[in-house]
């Protein structure tokens, strides 16, 4: 059990590890405007997952080095998500 603690505000949340990488898989608490809340997500700089993210974007620009990071989302019976982060070059 991960208990996530931000504002006085306590969150028990699953383990998880992550499917690609087998790391456990840490809390975040998201911007507000993104409506999510708490999620977990994998902050393995390994993950081949997130290594290999930079070239599954559509659209952006070559010198952007924009990839996702594995998270899923607690409040969605833990179903999986992308979040954009930069990625190593």
């Known amino acids: 059990m991960v208990i996530h603690e931000y504002a ?3 969150t028990e949340l699953e383990d998880h590890d ?3 990488c087998g790391k456990l898989m840490e809390p975040w608490l998201t911007p507000p405007e993104t409506g999510w ?3 977990l997500i994998c902050n393995n700089n390994s993950c ?3 290594l290999g993210s930079e070239k599954d974007i559509a659209h952006k620009r ?3 080095h924009l990839g996702c990071r594995y998270a899923e989302d607690p409040a969605n019976g833990y179903k999986p998500v992308n979040v954009l ?3 190593p070059h």
């Open 37 to 39: 809340g708490v999620i």
């Open 85 to 87: 982060a930069v990625c």
């Open 8 to 10: 006085g505000i306590v």
């Open 48 to 50: 081949p997952f997130y």
């Open 18 to 20: 992550c499917p690609h």
């Open 62 to 64: 070559d010198d952007s």
